[in-house]
């Protein structure tokens, strides 16, 4: 589902996913590698994550 999930995303959150997802990278890496801060990318993070759960749900509820 990882792929299918970030295709919904866009492009700076779709960035996020990637690096903290689907690559497992450190939050420290993926920050630096995004030039923002930690804070800045573990905000980003707690937002996306409710949105990432809801397009989970609707992918398992249309069997996607």
């Known amino acids: 589902y990882l792929f299918l999930i970030k295709g919904y ?10 690096l903290l997802v689907i690559q497992s990278m ?11 801060t930690v804070g800045a990318l573990k ?14 749900s609707d992918i398992k509820k249309n069997n996607l």
């Open 9 to 18: 995303l866009d492009k700076a959150e779709a960035d996020i996913f990637e």
């Open 26 to 36: 450190r939050q420290q890496e993926a920050a630096d590698r995004l030039g923002i």
């Open 43 to 56: 905000m980003k993070w707690h937002r996306l994550k409710p949105k990432i759960k809801r397009i989970l």
